[in-house]
């Protein structure tokens, strides 16, 4: 099957700070979606983002399908955003959404 | 739009019991729905998929008969944990398909998640 790979797998940020979480996936998709996990555990949608780039508010994303890997960007870091991070993708004519291992985040005030 | 709601949000029962958990889209019909399971500090593992009208599809590992999973309307998808054990305490999630907030792309919606414990 498809393989995900998120990385770091960790992260501790200060408040205000930027940040960067990248996804690898081992095979065409044609889903790609960005997941943010609160303390509570309810996965909030982030992005639908197959390819391109989309901007919502803070948060931005960007998948290079042809390379494939997907970026999302965290501008101005607030506590938050403290959670779980998860890229979550769907191989091409697949029916399986696949999730990668996440990217544990810690803002710090 | 694009609501999951699951039920109940955490459930503790003993050992040899069985435990139903319900997973609902409220503003849209899902022909079809995820189950998966989260254990601590881990990812999502998909348990199976469960299609409106017939039967559940299930992943490799997971057993039919413990994990028996039912979709009995375009709203409303059943997750039945049989003869619960101890190791079967876990995070469960549903998730049903829908439109990318109105657009024509399917996606997936998450519930909020069961916390089953079993003493």
């Known amino acids: 099957g498809i393989q995900v790979e998120q990385s770091p797998p960790d992260l501790i940020l200060q408040e205000g700070a930027n940040s960067t979480l990248r996804c690898n996936f081992s095979d065409s998709v044609n889903n790609l979606q960005w997941f943010h996990q609160n303390p509570w555990g309810q996965l909030i949608n982030l992005f639908y983002?197959?390819?391109g780039t989309k901007q919502n508010g803070r948060l931005s994303a960007t998948t290079v399908a042809t390379e494939r890997y997907s970026l999302l960007y965290i501008s101005s870091s607030q506590t938050t955003d403290s959670g779980v991070y998860f890229c979550?993708?769907?191989?091409?004519?697949?029916?399986?959404?696949?999730f990668g291992g996440g990217t544990r985040v810690l803002v710090k005030p | 739009g694009a609501v999951v709601s699951q039920h109940p949000s955490w459930v503790i029962c003993k050992s040899g019991t069985s435990v139903k958990i319900e997973c609902r889209s409220l503003?849209?019909?899902?022909?079809?729905m995820f189950w998966y399971r989260q254990f601590p500090k881990q990812s999502l593992m998909l348990m199976a998929t469960?299609?409106?009208?017939?039967?559940?599809?299930?992943e490799q590992g997971v057993e039919k008969d413990k994990f028996l999973i039912n979709h009995a309307s375009l709203t409303l998808s059943t997750l039945t944990v049989t003869s619960a054990h101890p190791e079967d305490s876990s995070f469960y999630i549903c998730s049903a398909r829908a439109p990318w907030r109105g657009g024509g792309t399917d996606t997936q919606y998450f519930g909020p998640g069961t916390r089953l414990t079993v003493l």
């Open positions: 979550a993708v769907r191989k091409a004519a697949g029916n399986k959404l696949t």
């Open positions: 503003d849209f019909q899902a022909t079809t």
């Open positions: 469960s299609n409106e009208g017939s039967k559940a599809t299930y």
């Open positions: 983002i197959p390819s």
